[in-house]
């Protein structure tokens, strides 16, 4: 019980300690131009992760779908063939995910129509009325 206490403590201060050692800039520097560039830039890899995760979990539901079916073969009964076939397709779908995506993108814009954040132009008069 009381060590649980010092390592909560110390859990404390370290966090601490890291929160105030970073810097103090802010994010909302320059306005919405400012904001709009941080939120850009902070997402850019954003596909790459969930390409990442689609790969990683495509390929374990392929591994655990071979395991099901193997299963239903040993003991047919017990393990149904359905539960192997669903963690197959799911797996082949997140595998899929990410080629589907850059299709997508390809369709929606191409490279000349994209936006970059120092195009945007915030209009206060806009908002006002």
Known sequence: MK????????????????????????FATGGFKGVTQNIVTS???LPNLISTVAYIGGVGLGVAGVFKLKQ????????PMKDGLVRLGAGGGLLALPMVTK?????????ASKVN?????FDAATFAS
């Open 103 to 111: 299709a997508m993108q390809g369709t929606v814009a191409t490279s």
């Open 117 to 121: 954040a120092s195009e945007l132009k």
């Open 72 to 79: 239903h073969v040993d003991n047919p009964g017990q393990t």
């Open 43 to 45: 997402s850019s890899l």
């Open 3 to 26: 060590y649980s206490n010092i390592a909560y403590k110390l859990a404390a201060a370290l966090t601490t300690g890291a929160l105030l050692s970073e810097s103090t800039t802010a």
